[in-house]
């Protein structure tokens, strides 16, 4: 079974996680139609980007007599932000990085930056800056240089949103990036203000600030 996962950004941004099991007919083409809710993950949102998800599906159709033919199934879409293989994450950010710099395309993108959004939405309330291993490999070196000097200090996980908009800077993702940094930089400012003293906490937030020249 091939798919594509859509994890809605209201859902990151909340950190809503669950598993929806879907019911659908499996066409005699291995396309997925008529689907439905069986077991409801308890979140519209998860439910809905369920449904979206499954009618992405492609699988492998039944076969009766050696012929394909249709059939029901019930399927699992799981929703996790926690417990990140961030050995995995960095080996699939890496493989989207070369894929768009061989053939630039939106959709790229997009995955991209829904792995970014990953990473900064589930470890937004950790304080283990070990995960900054892993986004230094990721970024560009110009978004990697605006965490200098606090790379060992606290997890920089929102330079993911700079680093969008400095290597596609002309794309819809840019502008979508722009947009949840404004949300996230709010509360993310608090945290680093009661984890940072002052007055590095403040020169890191305005370095943030400038980086996105709001």
Same mark, same amino acid.
């Given at each position: 079974?091939?798919?594509?996962?859509?994890?809605?950004?209201?859902?990151?941004?909340?950190?809503?996680?669950?598993?929806?099991?879907? $019911?659908?007919?499996?066409?005699?083409?291995?396309?997925?139609?008529?689907?439905? /809710?069986?077991?409801?993950?308890?979140?519209?949102?998860?439910?809905?980007?369920?449904?979206?998800?499954?009618?992405?599906?492609?699988?492998?159709?039944?076969?009766?007599?050696?012929?394909?033919?249709?059939?029901?199934?019930?399927?699992?879409?799981?929703?996790?932000?926690?417990?990140?293989?961030? %050995?995995?994450?960095?080996?699939?950010?890496?493989?989207?990085?070369?894929? /768009?710099?061989?053939?630039?395309?939106?959709?790229?993108? %997009?995955?991209? =930056?829904?792995?970014?959004?990953?990473?900064? =939405?589930?470890?937004?309330?950790?304080?283990?800056?070990?995960?900054?291993? =892993?986004?230094?490999?990721?970024?560009?070196?110009?978004?990697?240089?605006?965490?200098?000097?606090?790379?060992?200090?606290? #997890?920089?996980?929102?330079?993911?949103?700079?680093?969008?908009?400095?290597?596609? #800077?002309?794309?819809?993702?840019?502008?979508?990036?722009?947009?949840?940094?404004?949300?996230?930089?709010?509360?993310?400012?608090?945290?680093?203000?009661?984890? /940072? #003293?002052?007055?590095? $906490?403040?020169?890191?937030?305005?370095?943030?600030?400038?980086?996105?020249? /709001?």
């Amino acid at each position: 079974m091939d798919y594509r996962l859509f994890y809605p950004d209201e859902a990151l941004e909340r950190g809503l996680e669950g598993k929806v099991i879907v $019911s659908l007919i499996v066409t005699d083409e291995g396309k997925a139609k008529d689907v439905t /809710i069986h077991e409801s993950s308890g979140y519209y949102l998860l439910d809905s980007a369920a449904v979206r998800t499954a009618n992405t599906f492609v699988f492998s159709p039944a076969t009766l007599r050696n012929k394909p033919v249709k059939s029901a199934v019930q399927v699992p879409v799981e929703f996790i932000l926690k417990n990140i293989d961030f %050995e995995t994450w960095i080996a699939e950010v890496k493989i989207l990085q070369r894929k /768009i710099e061989r053939q630039y395309s939106k959709e790229t993108i %997009e995955e991209l =930056y829904n792995l970014y959004k990953k990473l900064i =939405y589930s470890t937004r309330l950790e304080k283990d800056s070990n995960v900054n291993d =892993y986004i230094k490999d990721a970024v560009l070196n110009s978004t990697g240089k605006l965490w200098e000097g606090y790379w060992s200090v606290y #997890p920089g996980s929102i330079i993911l949103f700079i680093d969008i908009v400095n290597r596609y #800077p002309d794309s819809f993702m840019s502008l979508k990036a722009r947009a949840d940094f404004n949300k996230f930089i709010k509360e993310e400012a608090t945290r680093i203000r009661h984890t /940072i #003293p002052y007055p590095k $906490s403040d020169t890191i937030i305005n370095r943030l600030y400038n980086a996105m020249d /709001i």
